[in-house]
Every structure is written in structure tokens, then in C-alpha cells.
């Protein structure tokens, strides 16, 4: 009796999951069920290895890990739970930490009051100082510098940078308009009013301008003070750099709550000040010609876009001091392409992604472009089932020898996260799962020594 057999063969380059047709119609370069593979330049490779090296610091989730530099050239690796801010040790070592008794984070400072709900904080390293918040009624900074539990206290002869906050001896906030050198002691004779400016007539001299009283602080501070007469902070849901101001969106305020369709900023260059009472420079927009809320943004150089959940807004700078933004809507449709999770867009250079209601979009200066392919109806079927909010990251490498450039759409399942990861290079998809985790912050690439 003869037997009979076939052979199929497979050639690249392979084109990743494909769930828009029956599978026995699928061409032979697309596969239905690929889990835990990648795609690079279309031939398909073992996913390099994801080792947990580094535990948290405490009991509650990480909102974010980041590193920056700050102004004495130190980097620092730091992370914010709900307990606070803490800093990895100089001396972490791969493996060493291994022990369960060992804790690679030292506590810069503990919040002092609320600082917001458990989601992903948004995070903006700016003139070498942090910048945070997460939801709470506060913005938090932290120098690199300070952790002595409140703003450090004028000094005699001492350089200061433009935007540095002081408290002067009446408790209040001082915020230096410039760079300069302190005058020779004694200390100036401070202004009390709100607003009021005060020269300090050193090497270099610098104008101080009063901002009210501190907001708490434990080792860093809290320095958005929206109306330093009445004592209100704010801090927002997210935070982007533009034209060298910091924007807070989708604000959240002690004293009227949340503003999803508030835009706050700075003056240029002086981040710690944002009351138009103060300084001119500061200011805000609501955005209420609009029926939606501010659900993400991105920067593509001097652009910014404001991801709503039906419409984007496209913001540009007028260079006019009082007035600096120029507020665009691409569409201002009661239903449009918009962002739909708060904390599944992200961005890389020129490029931003977001999740949309009816397909997965790039956006950059040149345009938007559907991506989710002959994957979309999977990935959203994910999306659906989610047991929790779908946080997304673009990793553009996993370490030197594995440049992929990857959009990451982590959504938390039953048992664990699925993971589909969108090759930027291939325009493809391939799913994971990993089992028992979860993701509580935007995956960012760190310094560590």
C-alpha cells in the first residue's frame, strides 16, 4: 500500500499575525497564531531574553522609572511608587539584588499628602530637574540635588539658575527670573506681595519674584501653584515640553477638581512658576468648543498634538509671550479619529501611535496612517477583554545587539499581559503573553552604571 504525502514550504520574509481571513486562505507568510516570536526584516527570530533583574522599593506599584542629569552633571536612576520617590543605588550590580534582603532603592522623599491614583505618572525631565504627576492635585520636582524636606533657603554668593525656587524668610517661595550670583550677606529684603518682584544685587544680579506659600514637600517639592493668592496647586493626568515650557494636560486642581479639558504652562524656561498673576508667561486654555476630554499627548519638534478621545488638536507656538500657543483642531466632529486609552499612545522621535475606536494610527508631521493591518481584529479583541487599563511604550531597542523598534501594547488579562508588539521597520504584528505580570508604567530606558 503506498503512502502519500505533502510538503509545504515556507519562505520569507514572513509578514506576522494575520486574523482577517479563513486560515486555510492565508498566504504562507502570514500566520494566525505566532506567539512570542519577532519579526525582523521579515525572518522571524526567538524574542531576545526579558530577565526581572531589579524588584521595587516597596509594596505598592512603580508609576515610572527614568533617568536624568542633573545641573552638577550626576545621573540619577529614579522611580515613584505610592510611597514616594526613590533613587537606585550606585552600587547595584546584576545579581547581587537577587537576595531577598536586598533593596537596590534608597527613599529620596515620601508624599506628604495624596499624590494621585495608581495610574502610569507622567513624567518630563527639564533644565535638569524631574518633573511628575499622576492625577493628583500636584507637580512634583525633584533636582538631584535637595533632600532636606523643603526648598533649600537663601544663601550668600551662590550661583542660582533661572527657574530655581528658594524659600525666603518669611516662608515664602521665591523663584529666580535668571541665572546669577547671590548678593553678599546679608539676604535681600524680600517682597510679600504676591507677584512682587525682589533684585538681588550680587555679581550677577538676580530678580526673584514671590510665589506664594510652599506647597508640601518631603525631600522634593510641589511647585505647581496655580493662584498663589488663595494657595491653589494643580497637577494633571499628563505633561509635555513645548517651545521650553512645560504643559500640564487634563488637569486635576485643589480647588474646583478635575479639568479634562485644561491646558495649564509655564512661563518659557521657568518651570516652577505657572500663576498668570505672577508671571504673564504662565497661563491655560480650555478647550470647550470641543465634547470630548484630553486623553494623551505628543510632541514632534516645535508641534504638539493633543489626543482627545474623538479628535485631535494640533498646538503650535505664536511666540507672543502672553498668548504663546496657537490651538488647532484637525477635526472637532461630536464623533472622529481619537485616542481612546489614556495610556496606550506613545511616541519616539517624529513618530506618535494611538489607539483610535476603529484602527490603530501613526501620526507625525507628515500625516496619519492605519496600522493595525490583517492584525486589527485581534488586537481588539484584546483590547476589549482587558481587566485593566492597556498601557503602551515604543522601545526602539532592547539593548545593543537587538535594535527592533518596537510600539508595545501591554493589555493585562486573567493570568498575565498580552503583548503585541508592532514592528515599525517590518509593519507587522507578533503577540506574547507573560504570565502572572503586570505593567503599571511606561517602559523607559534607564541609566544604571
Not at 135 to 142: D, H, R, S, V, Y
Not at 152 to 171: L, M, P, R
Amino acid at each position: 500500500m503506498s503512502k502519500n504525502y505533502f510538503e509545504l514550504k515556507y519562505r520569507g520574509p514572513y509578514k506576522g499575525v494575520n486574523t482577517s481571513l479563513p486560515e486555510d486562505l492565508l498566504t504562507p507568510e502570514y500566520s494566525p497564531y505566532m506567539v512570542n516570536f519577532i519579526l525582523k526584516n521579515g525572518e522571524i527570530r526567538t524574542r531576545p531574553n526579558q530577565s526581572i533583574f531589579l524588584r521595587g522599593p516597596d509594596s505598592t506599584p512603580i508609576l515610572f522609572v527614568t533617568s536624568f542629569f542633573d545641573s552638577n552633571n550626576v545621573w540619577h536612576t529614579c522611580c515613584v511608587t505610592g510611597v514616594g520617590l526613590y533613587q537606585l543605588n550606585r552600587n547595584w550590580r546584576v545579581g547581587i539584588q537577587r537576595s531577598r534582603n536586598y533593596n537596590p532603592w534608597s527613599l529620596i522623599g515620601a508624599f506628604t499628602v495624596q499624590p494621585g491614583p495608581s495610574n502610569p505618572a507622567a513624567v518630563q525631565v527639564f533644565v535638569n530637574k524631574l518633573f511628575w504627576t499622576n492625577g493628583g492635585t500636584n507637580l512634583w520636582m525633584w533636582d538631584g540635588i535637595t533632600s532636606i524636606g523643603a526648598p533649600s533657603i537663601w544663601k550668600a554668593s551662590t550661583a542660582y539658575k533661572k527657574g530655581e525656587v528658594i524659600q525666603d524668610s518669611a516662608g515664602n517661595l521665591q523663584v529666580a527670573g535668571n541665572s546669577g550670583i547671590s548678593k553678599v550677606a546679608p539676604h535681600p529684603v524680600w517682597s510679600a506681595v504676591i507677584g512682587g518682584q525682589t533684585i538681588d544685587s550680587g555679581t550677577t544680579p538676580i530678580t526673584w519674584t514671590e510665589n506664594g506659600k510652599p506647597a508640601p514637600a518631603n525631600g522634593f517639592g510641589a511647585i505647581a501653584v496655580v493662584d498663589a493668592t488663595n494657595g491653589v496647586t494643580a497637577g494633571a493626568n499628563f505633561l509635555i515640553e513645548l517651545n521650553s515650557q512645560l504643559l500640564m494636560l487634563s488637569t486635576v486642581e485643589s480647588s474646583g477638581g478635575a479639568f479634562p479639558q485644561r491646558i495649564r504652562w509655564s512661563p518659557s524656561g521657568i518651570p516652577t512658576i505657572w500663576d498668570p498673576n505672577v508671571n504673564i508667561g504662565a497661563g491655560f486654555n480650555d478647550e470647550l468648543d470641543v465634547p470630548d476630554g484630553i486623553l494623551g499627548a505628543i510632541t514632534v519638534g516645535t508641534t504638539a498634538f493633543i489626543l482627545r478621545s474623538n479628535g485631535i488638536t494640533e498646538v503650535t507656538s505664536t511666540g507672543i509671550g502672553i498668548n504663546p500657543f496657537n490651538f488647532n483642531h484637525l477635526w472637532a466632529s461630536e464623533r472622529g479619529i481619537g485616542n481612546i486609552y489614556p495610556y496606550g499612545y506613545a511616541s519616539y522621535g517624529p513618530l506618535g501611535i494611538f489607539i483610535s475606536s476603529d484602527d490603530i494610527y501613526n501620526v507625525s508631521l507628515g500625516g496619519f496612517k492605519r496600522i493595525g493591518g490583517v492584525a486589527r481584529d485581534a488586537i481588539y479583541n484584546d483590547l476589549y477583554a482587558n481587566i485593566g487599563l492597556p498601557i503602551a511604550s515604543i522601545v526602539p531597542y532592547y539593548q545593543l545587539n537587538y535594535v527592533y523598534n518596537h510600539y508595545k501594547l501591554c493589555i493585562p488579562q486573567k493570568n498575565g499581559v498580552k503583548i503585541w508588539n508592532y514592528s515599525i521597520e517590518d509593519d507587522s504584528w507578533q503577540p506574547e503573553f507573560k504570565s502572572n505580570t503586570i505593567y503599571t508604567g511606561k517602559t523607559r530606558y534607564c541609566y544604571t552604571y
